[in-house]
């Protein structure tokens, strides 16, 4: 490797391409603009090629870009847990970093965590909710250890290992009494405004496509987000809105009575959900336990929806 590649360097283009914008990163950084531009600008002269391309809208990665985020996001994810290594003597992390998906957050997480802090006293638990775009390039980056969700779209697992836990559908919600609740068919949702998943997040694929095979077109009056408190909030003050969502974030609700789901088949979108990790890392103990709750909540989970569904 070139030893011009200083640590700045990579967590400078890193943070950028998470970031999206030199502004935003200098930010979390405590940089100047200016400082982190000439940073990214030493890196780009010292590979050989221009990482990115920035305008007004912010930056974005190029093609040799790309292909460099990955393995800089390795680089620095393994210094990092090299340094905690050593600092704990080798010893289980005293500080464990799980970054979760909203369907996960708010169905399997709870139950997993619980435990976990029972059984491990002495390791502090961190949990970030956040887009699965966000959260792997935070687990590429280092700054998570884990993330709990659906598997993403190819380009946003490089770099990573994916264990499932079990598969979940994307389901269509409204409120009880709405008149939405009677609808069967997708293209007759276009009568109500839509709450979508937003480009970034992983069921976004998943839904367009099944849509496209259905022959229904994008709903025009429709708010794209992936906030769960929003969502919530919308559909239960307004009964004239509809919520596409991972069936993991309502269900609750829709158990409660609080929401009610509409009859119509979305099997297409059913995906995994699972336990992300940074390829060839060895865990820690405190990653090991933390994972072997989710893998038992997970089983609780499955065995709880089987014997309600009469299966």
């Known amino acids: 490797m070139d030893r011009r590649i200083k640590f700045r360097h990579l967590e400078a283009f890193s943070t950028i391409a998470r970031a999206g914008s030199l502004k935003q990163a200098a930010d979390e950084l405590r940089l100047s603009q200016p400082a982190i531009s000439k940073t990214l600008k030493e890196l780009e002269d010292i590979v050989g090629a221009a990482l990115m391309e920035r305008d007004r809208s912010g930056a974005r990665l190029t093609q040799q870009g790309e292909i460099f985020l990955q393995f800089a996001e390795q680089s620095t994810a393994a210094l990092r847990h090299g340094l905690r290594s050593v600092r704990s003597g080798g010893a289980a992390a005293a500080h464990l970093k799980v970054g979760v998906l909203p369907s996960v957050a708010s169905s399997l997480l709870p139950e997993a965590a619980s435990a976990f802090a029972s059984g491990n006293p002495d390791t502090l638990l961190e949990v970030h909710e956040g887009p699965h775009h966000d959260l792997t390039s935070r687990l590429r980056a280092g700054r998570l250890d884990l993330v709990v969700g659906r598997l993403g779209r190819p380009q946003t697992m490089q770099g990573l290992v994916f264990r499932q836990l079990y598969a979940e559908e994307v389901v269509a919600v409204a409120a009880p009494g709405s008149p ?31 849509l496209i095979a259905r022959g229904v077109p994008l709903f025009r009056n429709r708010i794209e987000t992936a906030s769960a408190a929003f969502g919530r909030a919308l559909v239960l003050s307004d009964s004239n809105t509809v919520w596409i969502i991972s069936r993991g974030v309502v269900a609750g609700d829709i158990s409660d009575g609080r929401l009610v789901q509409l009859d119509i088949d979305t099997g297409p979108t059913l995906g995994a959900v699972g336990i992300m990790s940074v390829a060839e890392e060895v865990p820690t103990p405190a990653m090991r336990a933390f994972s072997g709750e989710l893998s038992r909540a997970a089983r609780a989970r499955i065995g709880t929806r089987t014997a309600g569904d009469g299966h």
């Open 180 to 210: 939405a609740a009677t609808v069967r068919h997708f293209e007759e949702l276009d009568a109500f405004r839509v709450l979508y998943p937003p480009q970034d997040s992983a069921i976004r694929p998943l839904v367009a496509r099944m």
